[in-house]
């Protein structure tokens, strides 16, 4: 479709900082070895040949990889942020000049132009999409539902330079979408279970070969890397207050013990609170670990976790970040309305004065892993970013035989992502053996 407002070509901090982007992009493409023959796949059957596709990412070393697997694979791609904070402007640089992808990111970008990327990755007018929050695909179905009002105003200002039939077909000529985040998957099955989805999604969080990686060893790593890389703290000897203990959780959790931490959880569901207690954590509610902890750290997906009331009780000196999706996780509004001063003392920590006591937020409660340090390891990103290239190449082929629901890859692509890893670690595994194979298919036999 033709669109009013013809995009600018990118966006982006300096296009000088490409050589130092390339360097960094070709040293994460050396733990990437799943989507490396992914991509020599594609660049022969290129199976994205001319689909226009809007990413919406955090543009990161192992995004680039990720993008320049699908342009090997035929796809012209416009590509903006999907957290203000976590584009790695040099990235962005090497993208637009050795991969033509259209990138509209900037690290630190406020509220409005966040924002107007996303339009601007609308305006390119896709047919695929993929998303790390829903953000994308949201602002989509509120154009199609015409709740202009719940856009965030830079979209809404340009779609209301677009006519009724160019916002018909913005949203008609998408395929497909993927979503990458545990997040975003819960808002995209709000949207199927209200009968609002106007197109299929891949979820590829709910590949085994995603969440059970990613979001546990890669956010567990990342997370205190983060942590680590804005204060300097010594994490043994502390005591860290993990709020969640989903696959994010459990990742923290046993990276911050393993450094030597003391480690309380707090939960909402009686399940994997059991879960964290018989995993040896200590388990409370927030309220009782408030005054305890010396780091806290949420990865709920939830909102308001940590409110006045935690703060207020915590003790001088604590630190509190978020590592969940959104930067809604701490209630940072209600912090400043009883904080008596508050001051940058530190790139990335902001010092909040609660009852005389000094309370450290980090990274504006961002995730702090790609606020502060560099968003998971290549090596993890392999398997989320070869599901995503599969999706995209599943979508390109299936999407018009696939209903308007959340999907997941088959089970047996999940399975070759993992054969692909371990084969590239040099680890091998048993295979069944004839009586094996019928002993698990039987029922009778050798009990
Ligand atoms: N930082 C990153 O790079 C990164 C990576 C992957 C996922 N994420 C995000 O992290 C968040 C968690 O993802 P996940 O895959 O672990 O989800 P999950 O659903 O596996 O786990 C979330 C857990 O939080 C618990 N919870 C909800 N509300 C709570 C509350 N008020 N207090 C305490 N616990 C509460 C839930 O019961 C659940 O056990 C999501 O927002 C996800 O999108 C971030």
Known sequence: ??????????????????????????????????????????????????????????????????????????????????????????????????????????????????????????????????????????????????RLDDLAPPIRKWVEGLSQSERKALVADVRGSTEETTTGVIRLKAMAKEGVLQFPIIAVNDSNTKHMFDNRYGTGQSTLDGVVRATNLLLAGSTVVVAGYGWCGRGVASRARGAGSHVIVTEIDPLPALEARMDGFEVRTMADAAPLGDLFITLTGNIHVIRPEHFSAMKDGAIVCNSGHFNVELDLEGLAKIASARRAVREMVEEYVVKGRRIMVLGEGRLINLAAA???????????????????????????????????LPAAVDGEIARLKLQSMGISIDTLTAEQTKYLASWDAGT
């Not at 107007?116 to 999409?129: D, K, R, V, W």
């Open 1 to 146: 479709m033709t669109v009013q407002t013809a995009p600018a070509k990118y966006d982006i901090k300096d296009l000088a900082l490409a050589d130092e982007g390339k360097r960094r992009t070709e040293w994460s493409e050396r733990s990437m070895p799943v989507l490396r023959q992914i991509r020599a796949r594609f660049a022969k059957e290129q199976p994205l040949r001319g689909v226009k596709l809007s990413a919406c990412l955090h543009v990161t070393t192992e995004t680039a990889n990720l993008m320049i697997t699908l342009r090997t694979a035929g796809a012209d791609i416009a590509l903006c942020a999907s957290n203000p904070l976590s584009t790695q402007d040099d990235v962005a640089a090497h993208l637009v000049r050795d991969h033509g992808v259209h990138v509209y990111a900037i690290k630190g970008e406020d509220h409005e132009t966040y924002y107007t990327h996303i339009s601007q990755a609308l305006a390119f007018g896709p047919e695929m999409t993929q998303d790390d929050g829903a953000d994308l695909v949201g602002a989509l179905h509120m154009i199609a539902l015409n």
């Open 374 to 408: 560099e968003g998971h390891p290549a090596s993890v990103m392999d398997m989320s970013f070869a599901n995503q290239a599969l999706a995209a190449e599943v979508l390109a082929k299936d999407s018009a035989k696939m209903s308007k629901a959340v999907h997941r």
